[in-house]
């Protein structure tokens, strides 16, 4: 039966955890996985990107495969063909396909017509393979997820929403702090709640970035202007408060450590020194997207985890 990644909670808590641990193999050996050899993967990009294409088109060549970058504009999507002919000629042609776009709907649409495992490389609604690296830097830092509380501070975005779902999936604390009518997306908020029920985790919803980060392990922050927001006209100023500076750092638990999925501008959602404090944190975010996302292509295409 065939696998994608479009929602993190395509994934069991068990499968994460098992995703994480090989993904530290491949880190110490990256051509230990050739899972793609004699594979094709097409890298679907609507949105621009430096991480997920430069990941991606490193990881499947790693792994044996070829990648084939594939702009939007020069695709029949740009000129209205429909999203579903779309899958089902790729998958005549590709193994895998990798798509970084604005709709979720759009990517739920691909993964039902395709034949061939689909992997989510952002969407408005999540950003599901950046979650999975971030639990990856988090279990390195810590050395384990459990008992673990991750605050996020800012917009209640497509990062808000996916840390929500992956917290509650595995049992970790979850607060989100974001102004007046800018919380996450109404559906990750009940979701996350229904599986926290289940997994014991506590999910807090707030528009006070002080009372988020206490006792937090991990601070979490995002650009407050998403890419395609550009023309949101006075956000930045609403979103002052929500600054991750020294002073808010200093509300959470001594050994926290501060995230940033980049890529950052400075002075806003953060200020300097709390990002260069923090940079060898981010940017092994940023390198972990590699090593995880080979390991997750690894179970889509039924490589027994560790074996």
Same mark, same amino acid.
């Given at each position: ?144 997820? @459990? !008992?673990? =509380? ?10 808000? +929403?996916?840390? %929500?779902?992956?917290? *509650? ?60 927001? @550009? !023309?949101? =006209? ?10 991750? +500076?020294?002073? %808010?750092?200093?509300? *959470? ?55």
């Amino acid at each position: 039966m065939k696998r994608d990644f479009v929602s993190f909670t395509d994934l069991s808590r068990e499968e994460v955890l098992s995703i994480i641990d090989y993904a530290k193999k491949l880190k110490k050996d990256k051509f230990a996985d050739r899972t793609l050899e004699g594979k094709s993967i097409g890298l679907i990009f609507m949105k621009q990107s430096t991480r997920t294409r430069l990941s991606f088109e490193v990881g499947v060549y790693q792994m044996g495969g070829q990648p084939i970058y594939i702009s939007g504009s020069t695709t029949q999507l740009s000129r209205g063909e429909d999203i579903k002919d779309t899958a089902r000629v790729m998958s005549r042609y590709l193994d895998g396909i990798v798509i970084r776009t604005f709709s979720h709907q759009e990517v739920e649409e691909l993964a039902k017509y395709s034949s061939i495992p689909v992997i989510n490389a952002l969407t408005d609604y999540q950003h599901p393979c950046q979650v999975l690296a971030d639990l990856m830097t988090i279990d390195e830092e810590f050395g384990s997820l @459990e !008992n673990k =509380k991750v605050a996020y501070v800012g917009d209640g975005n497509n990062m808000a +929403n996916t840390l %929500l779902l992956a917290c *509650a999936l595995m049992g970790m604390d979850m607060s989100v702090a974001t102004p007046p009518n800018y919380e996450p997306n109404g559906k990750a908020v009940y979701e996350s709640l229904e599986i926290a029920k289940k997994s014991g985790s506590k999910i807090t919803i707030t528009n006070d970035p002080k009372e988020a980060v206490l006792e937090a392990d991990v601070i979490y922050t995002d650009v407050w202007v998403s890419m395609g927001q @550009e !023309n949101e =006209k006075g956000k930045k100023d609403v979103f002052k408060p929500f600054t991750v +500076n020294k002073d %808010l750092v200093l509300l *959470a638990k001594p050994d926290a450590i501060v995230m940033h999925c980049l890529p950052a501008h400075k002075g806003e959602e953060i200020t300097e020194d709390v990002f260069e404090q923090y940079s060898d944190v981010i940017f092994n975010q940023a390198e972990n997207r590699l090593h995880v996302q080979k390991s997750l292509m690894s179970f889509l295409f039924k490589k027994n985890i560790g074996g």
